[in-house]
């Protein structure tokens, strides 16, 4: 409290307003500006699924002990009609059958690239940056161009829409993009609440955020389901991915400051499994909070090479996990005020105010209009738009998760706990993970793909970054 021109002023209470007004409004700008195309934005051929830009692909698979879900990914990568793709397993020190079974495919076109200890099990990053120096020092793509390289990056579980290659591969005819993003499903999304949440952040995330950041020229980079022209990865140097925990929330910055475009295609997404219960959850996310901790190291390179809305909202984007344990204890106090009011009603105390429906609307106003883009994308399956405002009520409580995730990255990060664990995958049937594919994109899936028992996980950062 302090007093300006003989008027008491409540800091704290000031900047509560501040934080929630920032934070609300910015979401309802990109929600907004993703309800339209850039001005200036890139044809897309929407499905074509034998077309062919005249460029390479190499899917990049890093493998830690997947010998539960590999040989179903590789039987649905090879599938894939495009006419130019080559499929690079990194098994990065694997003790199960990851490697028996690449070298058992069938195909010609999956190739094994083995690292062994101690150079192994050194984070995805560092998986990621071994096979780029292997695939530009070997024949796998000798006498290419490296601009017309587009490097994949899969997570082993991870499976593609049918048509993502015709939707994605002809935006690269634009020398001046650097990578493209697609959009994130979770297969297992009817399993259980858990994962319908996730499904409904990750669906929130690409369809808001990500297409508004289009208008912005700020689109980032996921763990799964990133395409990136070689070129660009090389010009960052040997490592173009680093140690970070989050290392694809750096890869995207990173390329942003080397002046490269990135694009997001809304049209294509890859799917994968949630996970189903909470201890695992909050594991996975207290990793991705604290690499996106790691990143603010970025935060002197945006300020010096970036300008304009480009780098005011990738400053925000860096600063957001510290806002979020700021709002924490704004989010407590609101709950107390809460449950103040419901012992009131209770015991017969609590007299009604206008604050109560202000508050609601604050708290879930712009998330209703946000469970409407749910419903939107999720109405050719059942969804109706009640039962998704419903859903998204649940969404603002999971949210508060992030919290847990958060305040525990924060102590990892004080105390210098950086260790880096993988998810554990779930074996599901190809049966349920083709029946989720296809009610997810509406199409059927190709008959002839053979596959075995399958599973994923979840994958994106605060953070929607990060994987594995």
Same mark, same amino acid.
């Given at each position: 409290?302090?007093?300006?021109?003989?008027?008491?002023? @409540?800091?704290?209470?000031?900047?509560?307003?501040?934080?929630?007004?920032?934070?609300?409004?910015? +979401?309802?700008? *990109?929600?907004?500006?993703?309800?339209?195309?850039?001005?200036?934005?890139?044809?897309?051929?929407?499905?074509?699924?034998?077309? @062919?830009?005249?460029?390479?692909?190499?899917?990049?698979?890093?493998? *830690?002990?997947?010998?539960?879900?590999?040989?179903?990914?590789?039987?649905?990568?090879?599938?894939?009609?495009?006419?130019?793709?080559?499929?690079?397993?990194?098994?990065?020190?694997?003790?199960? #059958?990851? !490697?028996?079974?690449?070298?058992?495919?069938? @195909?010609?076109?999956?190739?094994?690239?083995?690292?062994?200890?101690?150079?192994?099990?050194?984070?995805?990053?560092?998986?990621?940056?071994?096979?780029?120096?292997?695939?530009?020092?070997?024949?796998?793509?000798?006498?290419?161009?490296?601009?017309?390289?587009?490097?994949?990056?899969?997570?082993?579980?991870?499976?593609?829409?049918?048509?993502?290659?015709?939707?994605?591969?002809?935006?690269?005819?634009?020398?001046?993009?650097?990578?493209?993003?697609?959009?994130?499903?979770? /297969?297992?999304?009817?399993? /259980?609440?858990?994962?319908?949440?996730?499904?409904?952040?990750?669906?929130?995330?690409?369809?808001?955020?990500?297409?508004?950041?289009?208008?912005?020229?700020?689109?980032?980079?996921?763990? /799964? +389901?990133?395409?990136?022209?070689?070129?660009?990865?090389? #010009?960052?140097?040997?490592?173009?991915?680093?140690?970070?925990?989050?290392?694809?929330?750096?890869?995207?910055?990173?390329?942003?400051?080397?002046?490269?475009?990135?694009?997001?295609?809304?049209?294509?997404?890859?799917?994968?499994?949630?996970?189903?219960?909470?201890?695992?959850?909050?594991?996975?996310?207290?990793?991705?909070?604290?690499?996106? =901790?790691?990143?603010?190291?970025?935060?002197?390179?945006?300020?010096?090479?970036?300008?304009?809305?480009?780098?005011?909202?990738?400053?925000?984007?860096?600063?957001?996990?510290?806002?979020?344990?700021?709002?924490?204890?704004?989010?407590? !106090?609101? !709950?107390?005020?809460?449950?103040?009011?419901?012992?009131?009603?209770?015991?017969?105390?609590?007299?009604?105010?206008?604050?109560?429906?202000?508050?609601?609307?604050?708290?879930?106003?712009?998330?209703? =209009?946000?469970?409407?883009?749910?419903?939107?994308?999720?109405?050719?399956?059942?969804? /109706?738009?009640?039962?998704?405002?419903?859903?998204?009520? #649940?969404?603002?409580?999971?949210?508060?998760?992030?919290?847990?995730?958060?305040?525990?990255?924060?102590?990892?990060?004080?105390? +210098?706990?950086?260790?880096?664990?993988?998810?554990?995958?779930?074996?599901?049937?190809?049966?349920?993970?083709? !029946?989720?594919?296809?009610?997810?994109?509406?199409?059927?899936?190709?008959?002839?793909?053979?596959?075995?028992?399958?599973?994923?996980?979840?994958?994106?950062?605060?953070?929607?970054? +990060?994987?594995?």
């Amino acid at each position: 409290m302090i007093i300006f021109f003989g008027n008491r002023i @409540d800091l704290v209470l000031w900047l509560a307003i501040a934080l929630v007004l920032v934070s609300v409004l910015y +979401g309802l700008t *990109l929600l907004v500006l993703s309800r339209f195309e850039p001005r200036e934005h890139r044809v897309r051929p929407g499905h074509a699924i034998n077309s @062919d830009s005249g460029k390479t692909v190499v899917f990049v698979v890093p493998c *830690l002990n997947e010998d539960r879900v590999l040989e179903a990914s590789l039987d649905r990568l090879t599938s894939l009609t495009y006419p130019r793709t080559h499929i690079l397993v990194i098994d990065d020190g694997s003790d199960d #059958g990851t !490697a028996d079974i690449v070298r058992s495919h069938p @195909d010609p076109r999956v190739h094994l690239f083995q690292r062994v200890l101690p150079e192994a099990r050194q984070g995805k990053g560092e998986a990621l940056n071994a096979a780029i120096r292997h695939l530009v020092a070997g024949e796998l793509i000798a006498g290419l161009p490296q601009s017309e390289v587009i490097v994949c990056v899969m997570d082993a579980d991870g499976r593609l829409d049918p048509h993502t290659l015709g939707d994605v591969m002809p935006l690269f005819s634009d020398e001046q993009l650097g990578a493209v993003q697609i959009g994130v499903r979770i /297969n297992n999304r009817q399993q /259980n609440l858990l994962a319908r949440m996730q499904d409904i952040e990750f669906v929130l995330f690409t369809h808001v955020f990500q297409r508004g950041r289009r208008h912005l020229g700020s689109v980032g980079l996921g763990g /799964n +389901g990133q395409f990136v022209r070689l070129s660009a990865l090389t #010009g960052l140097g040997p490592s173009p991915w680093s140690r970070s925990l989050t290392e694809d929330l750096d890869l995207g910055v990173r390329l942003h400051i080397d002046e490269w475009d990135i694009e997001f295609c809304s049209t294509s997404s890859v799917h994968q499994q949630g996970l189903v219960d909470v201890k695992r959850w909050i594991k996975q996310r207290t990793r991705w909070f604290q690499g996106h =901790l790691q990143s603010w190291n970025l935060v002197p390179w945006v300020l010096r090479d970036l300008a304009g809305t480009r780098r005011a909202d990738i400053l925000y984007h860096l600063t957001s996990p510290f806002l979020l344990l700021v709002t924490s204890f704004l989010s407590a !106090a609101f !709950a107390f005020w809460v449950l103040d009011i419901l012992i009131g009603i209770v015991l017969g105390e609590a007299v009604v105010s206008p604050w109560w429906l202000s508050a609601y609307l604050v708290a879930f106003g712009p998330a209703v =209009l946000f469970g409407l883009v749910y419903w939107s994308q999720e109405k050719h399956h059942g969804l /109706n738009p009640l039962a998704a405002i419903a859903l998204i009520h #649940g969404y603002v409580l999971y949210a508060l998760l992030w919290y847990v995730a958060g305040w525990k990255a924060a102590y990892r990060a004080v105390v +210098g706990q950086n260790s880096w664990s993988k998810t554990e995958r779930n074996v599901e049937s190809t049966n349920q993970v083709d !029946a989720s594919a296809e009610e997810l994109t509406g199409e059927a899936l190709p008959e002839e793909v053979p596959g075995s028992a399958v599973g994923s996980r979840a994958a994106g950062t605060v953070g929607h970054g +990060g994987s594995q």
